[in-house]
């Protein structure tokens, strides 16, 4: 997301011709953060816990510095209230995005982030007209589909309770958020894994649209790791569908020990039928 607040500024460079200096001074505050997480990415050890702490306080001033110089700097509001989030100052990050969203209400992550703090508190409604004004807004940006799925999965009890929908529907809506994410971002293996989770979730689930996903995602994923999650899937699939000779031969095909205990529960599912 900072990579896009970054292109976003050098392309709009006519618009603040009037004020260079300062586009330039958040590019700089913005630059020097980014260098901190791909450090981080780099190395988990690269900075000492005081060290961290210090530069995270050194940016934090920063952007208090420019927005109080700029204070109806959209983007700069954007980036300040997601370092307050990472800094676990929710409420305080939540109340500069209400601030950026009224001086633009058309921005995605600004709708996004607000659902998501209006989620942490369990106001599952409210976060629901944010998240869907976000894919409103960016309707090919995966994550904004992905977060309305686990929005729908998380409250589904509340909405349904609430005559929001029924649970048919919502089931439908929790389907086509997870499709949509995953259709966007086909290679991310994240989404297509929770795809696959959700023909569980609904109220009736289905399986066998389920064992479509996995193999489709069989042919897509190639790492070990990957593979092995994807088998573990389909053989719970299979066992749910009754082939349970080959839910236990496929389940017995996963080697890595860090799914030793899921393939264990595969194995012990199948066994009982």
Same mark, same amino acid.
């Given at each position: 997301?900072?990579? &896009?607040?970054?292109?976003?500024?050098?392309?709009?460079?006519?618009?603040?011709?009037?004020?260079?200096?300062?586009?330039?001074? #958040?590019? *700089?505050?913005?630059?020097?953060?980014?260098?901190?997480?791909?450090? !981080?990415?780099?190395?988990?050890?690269?900075?000492?816990?005081?060290?961290?702490? &210090?530069?995270? =306080?050194?940016?934090?001033?920063?952007? *208090?510095?420019?927005?109080?110089?700029?204070?109806?700097?959209?983007?700069?509001?954007?980036?300040?209230?997601?370092?307050?989030? &990472? @800094?676990?100052?929710?409420?305080?990050?939540?109340?500069?995005?209400?601030?950026?969203?009224?001086?633009? /209400?058309?921005?995605?992550? =600004?709708?996004?982030?607000?659902?998501?703090?209006?989620?942490?508190?369990?106001?599952?409604?409210?976060?629901?007209?944010?998240?869907?004004?976000?894919?409103?807004?960016? /309707?090919?940006?995966? !994550?904004?589909?992905?977060?309305?799925?686990?929005?729908?999965?998380?409250?589904?009890?509340?909405?349904?309770? %609430? *005559?929001?929908?029924?649970?048919?529907? #919502?089931?439908?809506?929790?389907?086509?958020?997870?499709?949509?994410?995953?259709?966007?971002?086909?290679?991310?293996?994240?989404?297509?894994?929770?795809?696959? %989770?959700?023909?569980?979730?609904?109220?009736? /689930?289905?399986?066998?649209?389920?064992?479509?996903?996995?193999?489709?995602?069989?042919?897509?994923?190639?790492? @070990? #790791?990957?593979?092995? =999650?994807?088998?573990?899937?389909?053989?719970?699939? #299979?066992?749910?569908?009754?082939?349970?000779?080959?839910?236990? +031969?496929? +389940?017995? @095909?996963? @080697?890595?020990?860090?799914? *030793?205990?899921? &393939?264990?529960?595969?194995?012990?599912? %199948?066994?009982?039928?």
């Amino acid at each position: 997301m900072l990579r &896009r607040f970054y292109t976003y500024l050098l392309l709009s460079a006519t618009a603040y011709a009037l004020n260079e200096p300062t586009t330039q001074r #958040l590019f *700089e505050i913005a630059a020097k953060e980014e260098k901190i997480y791909k450090n !981080i990415a780099a190395d988990p050890d690269y900075y000492s816990e005081a060290d961290i702490e &210090r530069r995270i =306080i050194e940016l934090l001033h920063a952007y *208090e510095a420019y927005l109080k110089d700029t204070p109806e700097d959209v983007e700069a509001l954007i980036l300040y209230a997601k370092l307050l989030r &990472r @800094t676990g100052k929710t409420a305080d990050a939540f109340q500069i995005f209400l601030r950026a969203d009224e001086l633009d /209400p058309e921005v995605a992550v =600004i709708k996004q982030q607000i659902g998501t703090y209006m989620a942490e508190q369990g106001k599952g409604k409210v976060a629901l007209l944010y998240y869907q004004q976000a894919v409103e807004l960016e /309707p090919q940006n995966a !994550i904004y589909h992905f977060s309305l799925g686990q929005l729908l999965f998380q409250f589904c009890e509340d909405f349904v309770a %609430a *005559e929001i929908y029924t649970r048919d529907a #919502l089931d439908r809506e929790m389907i086509q958020a997870f499709t949509n994410a995953a259709d966007r971002a086909p290679d991310n293996f994240d989404f297509q894994v929770r795809l696959g %989770a959700a023909y569980y979730d609904q109220a009736s /689930p289905d399986w066998q649209a389920a064992l479509v996903h996995w193999d489709q995602s069989r042919a897509r994923f190639k790492e @070990t #790791l990957q593979l092995e =999650i994807i088998h573990l899937h389909k053989a719970r699939v #299979l066992g749910k569908l009754g082939r349970h000779e080959e839910a236990r +031969a496929l +389940a017995d @095909t996963v @080697t890595s020990p860090a799914l *030793e205990k899921s &393939r264990q529960q595969v194995v012990d599912e %199948a066994a009982q039928f």
